[in-house]
């Protein structure tokens, strides 16, 4: 009866264990939906297609000292850029507003506030603001140090 218990109880135990492990997880690790974390709601933003740019180029991160840079920006209604590239990666989140962006040979393309991407890389585009409104950016930067590729270059046309 004894060893009966004795099993049951350490049963027990290795449920709450792994139950309570499980709940932690849920906590910590925000994965789909709203999941609050000392009351605060962290909730995925999706990015259309993370592992590749939006050209559906594979990317890597730079291999020296980490430079993250971050920045608003703002395209007014009727401005766009000058014909640019980017060497490094760039997350683009689109606080509010339509951004248009043309990559040239390789077509147009649209997002709407709420909406991320993986910039291209190495591939000259211009960026506008679509409709009457001004469009707000989040621009998160992931170059090294040295080279510091932060700032786009320019570029002569469209590729």
């Known amino acids: 009866m004894i060893r009966k218990d004795r099993n049951l109880i350490i049963r027990f135990a290795i449920l709450v264990i792994v139950a309570s492990s499980a709940s932690t997880a849920v906590a910590i690790d925000h994965q789909s939906g709203p999941e609050p974390y000392q009351a605060i709601r962290a909730e995925p933003i ?48 689109v606080i509010s507003g339509t951004l248009g962006v043309d990559y040239g040979s390789r077509g147009k393309r649209s997002f709407s506030a709420g909406e991320a991407y993986v910039e291209a890389i190495d591939w000259c585009h211009v960026g506008s603001a679509v409709g009457d409104k001004e469009v707000q950016i989040i621009g998160i930067y992931l170059g090294e140090q040295n080279p510091n590729e932060i700032k786009p270059k320019s570029c002569p046309a469209l590729d």
């Open 46 to 93: 999706p990015i259309e297609e993370a592992s590749k740019t939006v050209l559906g180029q594979p990317y890597s991160f730079p291999a020296g000292t980490p430079l993250i840079q971050t920045f608003k920006i703002t395209i007014e209604p009727g401005m766009k850029t000058g014909p640019h590239k980017h060497a490094i990666p760039l997350l683009a989140y």
